[in-house]
């Protein structure tokens, strides 16, 4: 069974003294403002439940988002020459 970070909401792998890499260097160096969780950012699709990856999208909807902006792109430059 592999150690989970101490700090309520991390859930990271645990580092040393009871906390990930992240927490124990914000201990390490007294920024007890990093000890705070930010819950995770979840994809901005209705239904989709993955988490946020980039512009507001998970993995997937992020590739089809550059995909469909790419296409409208090429679309709208016409022939050259």
């Known amino acids: 069974m592999t150690r989970t970070c101490g700090v309520p909401g991390c ?4 580092y040393a003294l009871g906390r990930c890499r992240k927490h124990w ?3 390490r160096l007294g920024r007890t403002r990093e ?15 993955r988490d946020y990856r980039s512009n507001g999208f998970c993995q997937t909807h992020l590739i ?3 995909r469909r902006r790419r296409a409208a792109q090429d679309a709208h430059s016409g022939p050259v020459g």
């Open 11 to 14: 859930g990271r792998d645990h």
């Open 25 to 27: 260097e914000a201990k």
């Open 35 to 49: 000890l705070h969780v930010k819950p995770p950012r979840r994809c901005s699709v209705a239904g989709c439940d």
């Open 64 to 66: 089809q988002w550059q």
